[in-house]
């Protein structure tokens, strides 16, 4: 995700997950560390989504039912349409 040079809370947000799993473009990641240096709400929300990880360890696909997974899909396609301004299917 190409950003401008100050990124909003809401951007941060997004890539948190990017940001975790070291996906994130080398200038991408700068401006969020710089974001989070400065954000004591985004920091906390990292610091949770660390913690959240580190309680739950690592699920895959292959650890949940076919049912578990596809409401896993509906919910993360929900979210994507109503935050992406897309209409819904």
């Known amino acids: ?7 909003t ?6 890539l948190v997950s990017d940001y975790l799993e070291g996906a994130l473009a080398r200038r991408d990641r700068r401006r969020l560390e710089r974001h ?11 610091d949770q989504m660390r913690a959240t990880i580190a ?16 409401r896993l899909v509906d919910v993360f396609e929900k979210y994507h349409r109503e935050n992406s301004g897309e209409s819904p299917n």
């Open 9 to 14: 809370c809401h951007q941060a947000v997004a």
């Open 1 to 7: 995700m190409a950003m401008t040079r100050d990124i």
């Open 36 to 46: 989070l240096a400065d954000c004591g709400a985004c920091s906390a929300y990292l």
């Open 55 to 70: 309680l739950s360890g690592s699920v895959g696909p292959e650890d949940l039912s076919n049912e578990a997974v596809a």
